[in-house]
């Protein structure tokens, strides 16, 4: 069964740039076709699709994030990686990875709490 973990920091201050890692098991991030993805979500607006990565390495971006998000991975440590920069209160949130078809969403970490704070 693949189990997602995410971890990074649980406190950034503005204007800084969070980081975050999701390290995958039972099943490999270069598996054909799956998308490895990055989803937050806040009181107000609920869950918020952030971006993803290929399986094959293509990125996939928000338009409102493209700016400020890149979304990196390490094939030798099954892991992929989320980068959110120039930070605000604003992007304090949960976050998730998880792993996204065409169809669905089938596995998720479970969640990494995230408080944008000086």
């Known amino acids: 069964q693949v189990q997602l973990q995410e971890s990074g920091p649980g406190l950034v201050k503005p204007s800084q740039t969070l980081s975050l890692t999701c390290t995958v098991s039972g099943g490999s991030i270069t598996t054909s076709y799956y998308y490895w993805t990055w989803i937050r979500q806040t009181p107000g607006k609920g869950l918020e699709w952030m971006g993803a990565?290929?399986?094959?390495?293509?990125?996939y971006y928000s338009p409102s994030l493209k700016s400020r998000t890149s979304i990196s991975r390490d094939t030798s440590k099954n892991q992929f990686s989320l980068q959110l920069s120039s930070v605000t209160p604003e992007d304090t949130a949960v976050y998730y990875c998880?792993?996204?078809?065409?169809?669905?969403?089938?596995?998720w970490g479970q969640g990494t709490q995230v408080t944008v704070s000086s």
């Open positions: 990565i290929a399986y094959e390495g293509s990125n």
């Open positions: 998880a792993r996204g078809s065409t169809n669905e969403y089938d596995y």
